[in-house]
């Protein structure tokens, strides 16, 4: 699904990673984190594929709503054990969404 | 491949697309298009993955490197031609790249 997101400015949080071998627990936690996100305040929505690279972009409406989802307690576990079993490589970028253009037919 | 981006701040292009049965041409394209970008100016690099949803994230080192993008002759015809055949739905979003982590094993 492609977000429906308000007008711009708001945020973009870019996750690209590199799954290692270890599946485990992935697709649960990755589900509950995708749950959890919804009920945070400023949460905007999420999209998400992988192929080689995996990339999910959660979209915010501030970089405050951010940091409350990044501090939030179940998460930080969950970022722990993505370290541990889950992710070979990734990375994480906080960007400010500053223009947006749609098409649909 | 993640790509290794610069110190922020730079710039983000996030394209979401939702692709129509329409296939003629489209890797060619896409395969072009990559080739093409790699040769401008303050291209830094570019991430995709699609499953439902394809997401190709393309970064920059400045605005000013986006909007000669968008006007090159040959991408402007890729994009008229990707709204008549390729594209069912997209969104572009232009993001400056604020903060960045990364974690390798």
């Known amino acids: 699904m492609i977000t429906k997101t308000p007008k711009p400015p708001y945020y973009a949080v870019i996750f690209s990673t590199i799954r290692t071998s270890i599946d485990e627990g992935y697709i ?3 589900e509950r984190m995708e749950e959890l996100a919804k009920e945070q305040e ?3 929505g999420v999209e998400s594929a992988r192929n080689e690279v995996g990339i999910t972009i959660s979209y915010w409406s501030s970089l405050d709503a951010i940091l409350k989802w990044k501090n939030n307690a179940e998460h930080t576990v969950a970022r722990k054990l993505g370290k541990e079993l889950w992710y070979k490589k990734y990375q994480l970028r906080i960007c400010k969404v500053e ?7």
Chains 1, 2 share one sequence.
């Open 28 to 30: 649960e936690m990755a």
């Open 42 to 44: 400023g949460y905007l």
């Open 99 to 105: 223009h947006e253009y749609g098409f649909e037919k």
